[in-house]
T-cell receptor
């Protein structure tokens, strides 16, 4: 069975602080995909990143970075120098290689205060 | 990137009425569309998967007679909530994917907020 755990329900930081959102996943498949999505108050899901299970390289995109560790089944997301506009709910999700279904974590609500 | 639209964005209806939500892929052909439901402050839960021209596959616990899904064309899927009740009030999000991708990517619509009075 697949499962995604985002243990942090809510995080509050002050602008310019770095913040890491944790994601731990469970799957029996060797081929799978991991995703991060941002959901601002408007509700629309914004795609941030997709990573397949064979690519453990960390990725950096501007102030965003992702740390994929298969050994700990984690796919953590770090925002550097956070901004108020980063305030949103962030979801980590998993899909198995042979399936189209996305399994979402419960989300982490990030509030960045000025 | 690929664009998916949903209509309406918000709907308020009386208990007992039926509501239809449309999901359209604007610039690609969606062989598969997904319908999710998100209750306030909760995660997205997959309701059903629909493939163009065939019956939808519903997730366990989702009533197929209550949530009617039609995927009549490669660019349109509809979700009809029949005889809606207040407990059906939720945020409904669709997503779409196209065949030929080497990875499982779904493009999400902006969501429809349903309020049943």
């Amino acid at each position: 069975a697949q499962k995604v755990t985002q243990a942090q329900t809510e995080i509050s930081v002050v602008e310019k602080e770095d913040v890491t959102l944790d994601c731990v996943y469970e799957t029996r498949d060797t081929t799978y995909y991991l995703f991060w999505y941002k959901q601002p108050p408007s509700g629309e899901l914004v795609f941030l990143i997709r990573r397949n299970s064979f690519d453990e390289q960390n990725e950096i995109s501007g102030r965003y970075s992702w740390n994929f560790q298969k050994s700990t089944s984690s796919f953590n997301f770090t925002i550097t120098a956070s901004q108020v506009v980063d305030s949103a709910v962030y979801f980590c999700a998993l899909s198995q290689g042979g399936s189209e279904k996305l399994v979402f974590g419960k989300g982490t609500k990030l509030t960045v205060n000025p | 990137g690929a664009v998916v639209s949903q209509h309406p964005s918000r709907v308020i209806c009386k208990s007992g009425t039926s509501v239809k939500i449309e999901c359209r892929s604007l610039d690609f052909q969606a062989t598969t569309m997904f319908w999710y439901r998100q209750f306030p402050k909760q995660s997205l839960m997959l309701m059903a998967t629909s493939n163009e021209g065939s019956k939808a596959t519903y997730e366990q616990g989702v009533e197929k007679d209550k949530f009617l899904i039609n995927h009549a064309s490669l660019t349109l899927s509809t979700l009809t909530v029949t005889s809606a009740h207040p407990e059906d009030s939720s945020f409904y999000i669709c997503s779409a994917r196209t065949s030929g991708l080497s990875y499982n990517e779904q493009f999400f619509g902006p969501g429809t907020r349903l309020t049943v009075l």
